[in-house]
Each structure stands twice: as structure tokens, then as C-alpha cells.
């Protein structure tokens, strides 16, 4: 029986050969991380950024928007007439409208002096803005004119607003050369456009940017009653309202600003090929491990052929090694990256998070570069010839 058993035991060949060589392994399984470690991090940074380019469109309470059609991204918003969000609300689904000013200010920091751009958004303190239910008890301190929220999330180069809100001290300071008041926190975060942001009445925005018409706003919030269906919605309020104006969805809202970043610019090519790089030089690398595993064993390979075994059965054990280096590099690229993410996020407080998505997709692309480079190097192994090599 014990014969037996060892008869049907399979050696692990394909391990064994691997391990022979423990400096060679490792180099090859740096080689396989660094590779997984650049494609996450690039894949990372471009889907993170698109994310963060709609940071604010998701916090938006709303069901529909209105937009200029002239209007391009975030960082290029054009007015339409405020009447139309007033318009929009014969239609019977419609059960309630807040009308957002939306534009870049120049914002001085109160410690260094120096001027940042910064998102402003108006509104009435009145209406509904943002799906924070805690938003609502802060909204009434924009009633007081040139009272302002300040983002929690902005970069640092606003200034140490948080830290001084929260010791109690008065913040004052300059916003397009007029004077504010924080009056508040809000947690929004920055995004690909906007390193900050602060929000306020339509009142104080007006006072801030007095170019701008009274009655003109940037972004229309429409809210449904419940059960309503938005496509329908959206089509009736297009067919009525003049060409002025575009009605989308909230989530063709979100769509409209990832598709500028991710059409209009070069951002989406720019990390795409960077994960291709990374896709490319961990197949030389494995390439080059796996012909030099396959050429040193080469008598072995051809002794093994002269005693009856199937080239199907060695090209296998190439396959499986190929496999191996592929789950065992992916292990700590994984773990890398998730360091890596946390890293980024609090260094330039950009969404950049790991999913399940870029895991598998980041795991495929190292399983494909380790077979395909493994299959390259089956090619020194079909052209041994048992009769040559001894």
C-alpha cells in the first residue's frame, strides 16, 4: 500500500525547480511586485482622480440637474437664467429646486498671506444642499453676510482653518478681496479641479463675485417625489424648457465631469500607459527568469523527454512556474499597494482607495504577463533535442 501511495504521489516539479535557486526566486518575485506596484499605483491614480472630480457632484441633493449647455467641466461653468429652475417646477413630479452659483474665488490664507484659488458655492441657506443631514443645523449661519463654510478636507495651503475653528478662535480673512467670516465646517474634500472649497449664501457669493447677474446661477438642483422615473422626467422637462438649458440625471451629472477628465485631457492615456509599462517590463523580467530556469535544466528537461516524457507534460511544469511567480509577486504588490493607497490619500487627501475591482484586474494582468512570458520560454524548451544535447 505505501508503494502505492508514493506511486501516485506527484512530485512537485514545477516548485522544486523554482526554489533551487532562492537569489534568483526573490529576484524574479521583486521584479513581479515592482511590475504589480506600478499598475495598481497608475490605475490607482487615474481611476482616484476621476473620482475625485466628482467629489461635490455626490454629495448634491438631488435627483436632476440643470446646466449650462455651454457649460464644459467644473473648472468651466457657464450661467443660465434662474427662471428656468422655477419653470421646471410645473412639472408634476417635481417637488422641490435649489439654484447653486458655482465659480473659482481667490482665497487668502489668514497665516502665510498668499492667494489659492478655491471652488464657492451659493445657495439659499434655506434650501436643501447636501445629503450631510448634519449640513442643515450649519446652513442657517450663512443667513449673516459674508459668513462662509470652510472644507475641512482642502489642502493645507488654505491655512490652518480647522485647527483654528476648532481652538475657538475668530477666523477672518480676504475672499476675491472681500472681507468673511468662517462660520463653520464642512467635509467635502478636494478634488481634481479644486484643491478647496467653501460654500455660502447666494448673497454673500454675489457680494464676493458682483460680475455676476443676479438672476443667473451655474447648477440647477431638482428633487423628485419618490418613485418618480428620472429618464422620463428628464425627457419632459428637455421637450419643455428652452435650449438654454440641460437637464441630466445626477448620475449623467457625475458621468459629464469624469468623461472631460477622462476625454479632454490626457490624464486617462497618460496613467493608461504607465500600467502598460508596468505590464511590459514585468514580462521581461519573468521572461528572463524563466529562459535562464529552462536552459540551466536543459540536460534534465532532455533526459526527461529521452525516458518517455510527453513534451505536453514539461511545457506544464514551465506553465505551472509561470503560475506560481504570478500568485506568489501578486501577494506583496497587493499589500504594497495598499500601503501605498493610504500613503496618498494622506498626503494629497485624494479618494485613491483599493476595490475589488483593480485587485482582480491588477491580478489578471500579472497572471497573463507570468503565462505569456512562460510560454515564451517554452520555446527553448521545444526546440531540445535529446540526441544533441548528449
Known sequence: MKFRFLQKRRIPLAWLLLTRQPIRLLVALAGICFAGILMFMQLGFRDGLFDASVTVHRLFDADLVLMSPRSMSSISMSG????????????????????????????????????????????????????????????????????????????????PISKWFLEGKKIETEVAGKRVRVAGLVSLGPSFGADGNLITSRETFLHLLPSTPSGSIEIGLIRLRPGAAQEMVVRSLTASLPKDVRVLTKNDFIEFEKNYWRTSTSIGFIFTLGAAMGFVVGCVIVYQILYSDVSDHLPEYATLMAMGYRLKTLLGVVAREGMLLAVMGYVPAYISGQCLYALVRTSTKLPVAMDSQRALTVFILILLMCMSSAMLAMRRLVDADPAEIF
Open 80 to 159: 443660465f437664467p434662474r427662471r428656468r429652475l422655477i419653470q421646471s417646477m410645473a412639472h408634476k413630479d417635481v417637488i422641490g429646486t435649489t439654484p447653486v452659483n458655482w465659480n473659482f474665488l481667490l482665497w487668502r490664507n489668514p497665516e502665510t498671506l498668499s492667494t489659492r484659488s478655491i471652488l464657492a458655492l451659493g445657495f439659499e441657506p434655506n434650501d436643501p444642499l447636501l445629503l450631510d443631514s448634519g449640513f442643515s443645523s450649519k446652513a442657517p449661519l450663512l443667513n449673516s453676510k459674508g459668513r462662509v463654510l470652510f472644507d475641512v478636507l482642502s489642502r493645507n495651503e488654505f491655512g
